[in-house]
């Protein structure tokens, strides 16, 4: 069963710390997503990635830095932690067009105290 | 305004009920357009595509009206399994593999 899979489903973390994101996907899939979902927001693109070591901004980008090393495995970082970083993080990846849509990762909820 | 808007509802059915959601989209030349199914602290799972003819699957069926620049979604015999949150998505023209998500809207089917 193909997925896509994040380390952890749920973290606390304190304000100021550096906060790094895992997503690894085994479907061999070119491009890789970060996304946001906060009440009544929807979705928000955060950083996204098109091949390995390629990376372009989104629409809310601030706060946050990304890393792909492998074609498999894309890392949200937060610099520095705020409250209001506090969210859904999800994954996703595609083959390389939207005409399959998105595979999501189950979500990380992040707390940031 | 929101690229892609929809009703966040809750849409509150009986079993056996046929209920419908609109989504309205801002950029004309949009290409793509889905409809995703989100269950509660769940990730968001693709239900079906929006074709211009339209498109059916089993009880499900997705319009596109680009005239107006709105989708619809059609659910008929609602079961109680169908109780979720059904996201509006967009493939924006400027991006091959960029997707616009709505906020999305609440169903709840009662017994």
């Known amino acids: 069963d193909v997925k896509v899979t994040q380390s952890s489903r749920y973290l606390v973390k304190r304000t100021g710390e550096k906060v790094f994101l895992e997503c690894v996907q085994d479907?061999?899939?070119?491009?890789m997503f970060w996304y946001r979902q906060d009440p009544g927001l929807g979705l928000r693109l955060i950083y996204f990635?098109?091949?390995?070591?390629?990376?372009e901004k989104g629409d809310i980008p601030e706060g946050y830095s990304v890393s792909r090393e492998k074609k498999e495995r894309f890392s949200l970082i937060l610099e520095s932690a705020s409250t209001n970083q506090t969210s859904m993080y999800l994954c996703?990846?595609?083959?390389?067009?939207?005409?399959?849509?998105?595979?999501f990762g189950s979500g990380t909820r992040l707390t940031v105290v | 305004r929101k690229e892609v808007e929809q009703d966040p509802g809750p849409f509150n059915v009986p079993e056996g009920a046929t209920v419908a959601f609109n989504c309205t989209y801002s950029n004309s030349a949009s290409q793509s357009f889905f409809w995703y199914r989100q269950d509660c602290r769940k990730e968001p799972k693709l239900l079906m595509s929006v074709y211009s003819s339209g498109n059916e699957d089993g009880r499900f069926t997705a319009q596109l009206n680009r005239a107006s620049q709105y989708i619809s979604l059609l659910i008929r015999d609602s079961k109680l399994s169908d109780s979720a949150t059904y996201l509006c998505v967009v493939n924006p023209m400027d991006s091959s593999y960029k997707l616009i998500f709505g906020s999305g809207t609440r169903l709840l089917v009662r017994p």
């Open positions: 996703a990846s595609n083959r390389g067009d939207v005409a399959g849509g998105y595979t």
């Open positions: 479907m061999d899939h070119e491009n």
């Open positions: 990635s098109y091949d390995v070591k390629m990376k």
